[in-house]
């Protein structure tokens, strides 16, 4: 789905900004977002956001910022987002998370990032049934779904039916604050405000805990300790997730540290020092946690569950999620040989030079346009 560049008119694209948070979706609004900004010939750009909660964005002559005043996931936003259409003439909007207007007047591009509410039970029935029913009705309306793996691709083609046709895959990237450059004095505020030292080994917690695989995470430290490993465990992110895994007396055992959330900022710090980042998760849309890490120059050990190994590419090295063993292994040699951390550094470094935000605003521009391209051969068509 890539017309020629010198097709390309400048468009006015509606984005639907109200997801942008410190989740991954929220990554993801802003870091499309800031690219798009500079597709200036390109695109027009209409943002719907929260007055609460802005995107962070460069003046730009091509954005416009709109504030909505209604609640997601409500029947406002239905009626509120579908008159901006209407009003603002949008050629293309587009919805970066499952809830989309129903009634648009023009064509609705979706983003999904995963199907875990199909393959997980993270939800009570009643809302499960819920989102699924949302997503069910997002594939109908939506003229073009966006996926941020090939894997995510699959996924939306055999669960919820949808022709291949109808599906791009745009990856994602890690923001600019994930480098591998360190600064003077990260050590000593890593000691001062978290108690954290050199070697420790670095994991996530979330609130969607239940796909993230923790206790095996915990099974293969301890076994690394077993093994005679000296090393602090890091855990940043939601407690929810690292709490529901009964660490009991597992805290002291594996010298834990739990920072909670961080800013970017200083997760990008915890992962420059970190001797390994390990992140056995049972699926992942993407695995943008793993891809921030490589881009800092953490030697990753991951599952190759979902689109792990996708993104990890030659990069990390993956083990299947309940193989204990493996993973306790490989974090025992990564912290003994500094050789080996070393090569699996730079394998992580050259594997996320792979990504970038620009490269994935360009492909999504690709999309807006033959998707409005489509929208208007069906209306002289008269085709639905």
Known sequence: MAPDSQELRRLRVGFDARWYNDSGVGAYVKGILSAMTQLEDQLELVLYEDARNPVPLPECSNVRRIAVAAKKYSFAEQVELARRCREDRLDVLHCPFYIVPLSASCPVVVTLHDLIPFLFPIYSKTKQMVVRAGYRLAVRKAAHIVADTDNTARDIQTILHVSSNKISTVHLAAS?????????????????????????????????????????????????????????????????????????????????????????????????????????????????????????????????????????????????????????????????????????????????????????????????????????????????
């Not at 099974?219 to 602090?232: D, H, N, P, S, T």
């Not at 992110?237 to 920072?259: D, H, R, V, Y």
């Open 176 to 384: 600019g604050v994930y480098q591998p450059k360190a600064e003077p004095g990260e050590l000593e505020l890593l000691q001062q405000k978290y108690g954290i030292s050199q070697p420790y080994v670095l994991l996530a917690s979330a609130r969607n805990w239940r796909t993230k695989n923790l206790e095996t995470a915990l099974r293969a430290l301890k076994a690394a300790r077993e093994m005679g490993a000296k090393f602090q465990t890091v855990v940043y992110g939601s407690p929810e997730g690292i709490n529901a895994c009964g660490i009991n007396g597992s805290a002291s055992s594996l010298e834990m540290k739990s920072t909670g959330y961080v800013a970017r900022d200083e997760l990008a710090l915890l992962y420059r020092h970190a001797r390994v980042f390990l992140f056995p998760s049972l699926y992942e849309g993407f695995g943008l946690p793993m891809l921030e890490a490589m881009a800092c120059g953490c030697a990753v050990v991951a599952s190759n569950c979902g689109a792990l190994a996708e993104v990890a590419g030659s990069g990390a090295q993956l083990f299947a999620p309940d193989n204990v063993r493996g993973m306790s292994d490989a974090v025992c040699e990564l912290l003994r040989d500094a050789a080996r951390r070393e090569h699996w550094r730079e394998a992580a470094l050259r594997r996320s030079a792979d990504f970038s935000w620009m490269k994935a605003a360009r492909e999504t521009s690709r999309v807006y346009h033959q998707t409005h391209k489509s929208s208007l051969f069906n209306r002289v068509t008269g085709k639905s």
